[in-house]
């Protein structure tokens, strides 16, 4: 069983919680009780978890697996990638794994410091996580002719023979139920702001928005979507916002949203007075904006915990061809939504 000191830390609480909640006395929620309890639930399964070394790799049993995890360039959202950071770092430490952070920049050149793990022998991988993966990625397709197994957060990917393990968010779903919220709030001219065809979020998220507005009978304009940064997308929809023809929009990410937003402040566009906004992401950002953010908020912690174990569970399991595990998210409902002026 993990002690009180590292179910708190993976629970992000305080030990007096911890102790409150594994004693099932009172001074807690119920719902503060559970995450408790759920968090020491996966670090005593994570414990309990035995894994064999391929021989290829390790000499024995007792030596720690390497995992190298690729992640992109840039950053749009540090607290973000942070949490998923957290959940690796907590999995690993259960399960005594050893992490190489490593950058996976797009056209990557064959010099590049990266490839030295793929290349060398004494530096390969036991396993490799890639954040933020885009429909193509040559070092996936690398590693999986090796043999190398693998744990994507993204796509449907299916590069070389055999099909990749993949941690997903189940984004359709989530972005249906974010357009149909503003919907219900009387919106019937809702524009979708920002991002890249590239990634498999931006697909899914605008799929849903679309999705939502065909199951209430509004019939998307084309001009109401622009991609791109969020600046950018957000000069594209000022005439339109200021004319009162949108009255609601669905940022593709918090990182957008935070790019986009001022240019709308400068514009004159009130939030939510002329315009609802909501967003993907909850981070300090869509908090404490003024006025908080409407959002979906996803779990990164958890993904990033069972990236990993999934991982180690392929290394163990060579018989597994491929696990994909499906995360929900949350809507969160905030005062930057609310019904357009005609419908008050």
Same mark, same amino acid.
């Given at each position: 069983?993990? &002690?009180?000191? /590292? ?21 807690? &929620? ?9 968090? $020491? ?13 391929? !021989? ?30 957290? +959940? ?21 050149? /064959? ?11 004494? *530096? ?5 996580? #890639?954040?933020?993966?885009?429909? !193509? ?33 189940? @984004?359709? $779903? #989530? ?31 605008? $799929?849903?928005?679309?999705?939502? *507005? ?5 019939? $998307?304009?084309? @001009? ?5 940064? +969020?600046? +950018? ?40 007075? !002329? ?17 908080? *953010? ?8 958890? @993904? ?12 163990? !399991? ?10 929900? +998210? ?15």
């Amino acid at each position: 069983m993990p &002690s009180v000191s /590292q179910i708190a830390k993976h629970a992000n609480v305080s030990k007096s919680t911890v102790s409150l909640a594994l004693n099932d006395k009172p001074g807690i &929620s119920s719902k503060m009780r559970q995450h408790v309890l759920s968090v $020491a639930e996966e670090l005593n399964s994570a414990e309990k978890l035995t894994y064999s070394v391929p !021989q290829n790799h390790k000499n024995n049993g007792a030596t720690p697996l390497t995992v190298m995890v690729l992640h992109p360039t840039i950053l749009h959202s540090s607290h973000i990638f942070g949490e998923f950071l957290r +959940g690796i770092e907590a999995c690993a430490s259960a399960l005594n794994v050893q992490l190489r952070i490593a950058i996976n920049a797009p056209d990557m050149a /064959q010099n590049h410091a990266t490839r030295l793990y793929l290349s060398q022998a004494s *530096l390969l991988p036991d396993g490799v996580l #890639m954040i933020g993966a885009r429909r !193509q990625e040559p070092l996936i397709d690398e590693a999986n002719a090796m043999g190398i197994p693998c744990v994507l957060m993204g796509w449907d990917y299916h590069g070389g023979e055999s099909p990749i393990n993949l941690i997903r968010r189940d @984004e359709i $779903a #989530m972005a249906r139920e974010a357009t149909s919220y503003l919907v219900s709030l009387g919106h019937r001219a809702i524009a979708f702001l920002g991002g890249d065809m590239d990634y498999l979020f931006t697909t899914d998220r605008l $799929a849903g928005y679309r999705a939502a *507005l065909a199951e209430h009978g509004i019939a $998307a304009k084309a @001009e109401w979507v622009a991609l791109g940064g +969020g600046k +950018g997308a957000a000069e594209v929809m000022v005439g339109r916002i200021k004319s009162a023809e949108i009255t609601a929009a669905v940022f593709v990410n918090e990182a957008y949203a935070k790019d986009g937003l001022p240019i709308l402040r400068a514009a004159g566009c009130a939030i939510p007075d !002329q315009l609802s906004v909501l967003c993907f992401d909850d981070t300090t950002f869509t908090k404490n904006y003024d006025p908080p *953010l409407t959002t979906v908020r996803y779990h990164q912690f958890e @993904e990033g915990y069972w990236m990993l174990k999934t991982l180690v569970e392929q290394i163990q !399991q060579p018989l597994l061809k491929s696990t994909q595990i499906t995360f929900h +998210g949350t809507l969160v409902k905030r005062d930057s939504c609310k019904p357009p002026k005609e419908s008050l």
